[in-house]
C-alpha cells in the first residue's frame, strides 16, 4: 500500500522542511485504529517524518526509506479533522547516502489555539538499494 502522508509543503530551505497532513475520517486505516475513537496510528505519524524528509533529502528524484530510527517519542493524539504539521532538520549525510534527520509532528486543531507534540524523533533515511 502506498500512503501519501504530506498534503502539503508549507516551508522548503536547504536543511529544513515543514509539511502538513489533513487527517480526514476518510483515511481506510482509522475504521480500524479504532472504531469507535479514530486516531492517526503512530506508524503514520512516523511516516509522515519519513516522507518529508524524503521530499527535503531526494536528490533528482531518487527514492529514499526509512533506515533506521532513534529516540522517538509520542505525545498527543492526532484525529480526523486535526491537521499533523511535520518539521524536518536535515542533520547529517553519511558516506553511503544515508541522511540523519530530527524531526517532530505537532498537531493543530480547528477549536484549539494552542499545539501539541504529536510525535518527535531522530531518524535515518537512506536511499532504496534493489538487490
Known sequence: MKFNLVD??????????????QVSQAEEYLADHFPTFPILPGVMMLEAMVQAASA???ESGSRMVLGEVKAVK???????GDRLQI???KMKRLENGSMQCKGTGTVLRNDASETETAVAGRFTIRPVQMS
Not at 502539503?8 to 497532513?21: D, G
Not at 509520542?74 to 480526523?80: E, K, N
Open 8 to 21: 502539503q509543503i508549507l516551508e522548503r530551505e536547504e536543511n529544513r522542511i515543514v509539511t502538513i497532513k
Open 56 to 58: 527535503l533529502c531526494s
Open 74 to 80: 509520542y505525545g498527543a493524539m492526532v484525529r480526523p
Open 87 to 89: 518539521e524536518v532538520h
